[in-house]
C-alpha cells in the first residue's frame, strides 16, 4: 500500500510540473473541469499555474503517507491512511479554490 501512495505522489509531480511548464494544455487530463463560456485559455492556464504549489503539497503528503506506511507497524496504518486522507481532500480544495479565484480574476481582467 506504501508503494502505491508513492507512486501517485510522484505522478501528481510529474503533472505540476507539466502544467507549470505549459506542456499540459486546458483541455488535456489536468485540465478536467467544466469550464465556462467566457473562460480563455490564458485564464485557464494560470488558473491551473496557480494550483501548482497545491497540487506540489498534495504530492508531498501522498510520498509521506507512502513511506511512514513502509516502516510503521502494522496496526497503525488506519490511523496514518485516514489522517493523510484528510490532509489531502483539504489541500485538493484550497488548491480548487484557488484555481477557480485565478479563473475569475484572469477573467475579468481581460
Known amino acids: 500500500m506504501g508503494y502505491f501512495y508513492i507512486a501517485v505522489g ?3 509531480v510529474l ?6 511548464r505549459g506542456v ?3 483541455r488535456s487530463l489536468n485540465g478536467l473541469r467544466r469550464r465556462q463560456p467566457g473562460d480563455s485559455d490564458a ?3 494560470a488558473g491551473l499555474r496557480a494550483a501548482v504549489p497545491f497540487g506540489l503539497t498534495i504530492a508531498a503528503i501522498a ?5 511512514l506506511l513502509l516502516v510503521i507497524p502494522q496496526h497503525t496504518t488506519q490511523g496514518v491512511i485516514f489522517g493523510g486522507s ?7 480544495l484550497l488548491a480548487i479554490r484557488r484555481l477557480d479565484r485565478t479563473v475569475k480574476r484572469v477573467r475579468v481582467s481581460e
Not at 503533472?15 to 507549470?20: A, G, I, K, S
Not at 484528510?86 to 485538493?92: T, Y
Request: hydrophobic content about 70%.
Open 43 to 45: 485564464a485557464w492556464r
Open 86 to 92: 484528510i490532509l489531502l481532500v483539504i489541500a485538493a
Open 15 to 20: 503533472m505540476n510540473v507539466l502544467t507549470y
Open 63 to 67: 510520498i509521506l503517507m507512502g513511506s
Open 24 to 26: 499540459l494544455n486546458p
Open 10 to 12: 510522484l505522478l501528481i
